[in-house]
């Protein structure tokens, strides 16, 4: 089983910084300048869209400017997301040559590569659910989102767990911060929960272990 490197930086919240380095890092495991990595990282109060989004029609732009929220687009797809220091991200950049074939559809990674997620919270004693396409959900109310982009066979996997945000930024710096789940949508009070919510005390640190942890045994039956 090849090495998974781990890094953990919550010093560098600029969002601009972070998201280029998703992306420098896909291109330096692509020509296999750096192993298999597993990052964890905060930033200061962005909104961040899909690659394929609009962006006056994803982002209050008016709202964002007024309140010094920084706006930037990923290279993955999906929507919009608001992310601060009450939003903890991460990002898994792994080789997936050594995967069989049917394992490297979206399908297939979002649900499995969420494992990890719903691990640690039902190991908090927590409804944990995985919502199709790309949501962790508790008590069917969304508390974790999930984007991914391929670069050839190298994965960037990455994704937010809602802490404790700034609520009424992340409802006004979107222009529609309605909560997909499943087939319908509904508003972010009834759609979305903060694990700050549900248990006020938990510890990053200790999630954090505990996702690499698992991690590290889930990308272990991958390889062939």
Known sequence: MRELRVIIDFRNRDPYYNLA??????????????????????????????YFQKLEDSVNINYCKANDINILRRV?????????N??????????????PRQTRYPRFSYEYLSKPLLHILKSLHLNADFLKPNVVAVNGRKISGLAQFYLYDVLLFHGTILINPHFTHLVNSLRDPSVPLGSKKVSPEEGLITLGSLIPNAETDEIVDEIVHFYRR????LRF
Request: glycine fraction near 8%; charged fraction near 25%.
């Open 76 to 84: 993955s797809s999906g929507g919009a997301v608001y992310c601060d």
């Open 21 to 50: 380095l998703d992306e420098s890092m896909t291109r330096l495991r692509l020509e296999n300048k750096i192993i298999d990595t597993l990052r964890f990282w905060i930033i200061d109060p962005a909104v961040i869209i899909g």
């Open 218 to 221: 889930l990308l272990s039956f």
């Open 86 to 99: 009450g939003v903890l991200l991460f990002s898994l950049i792994i080789d997936t040559r050594e995967w």
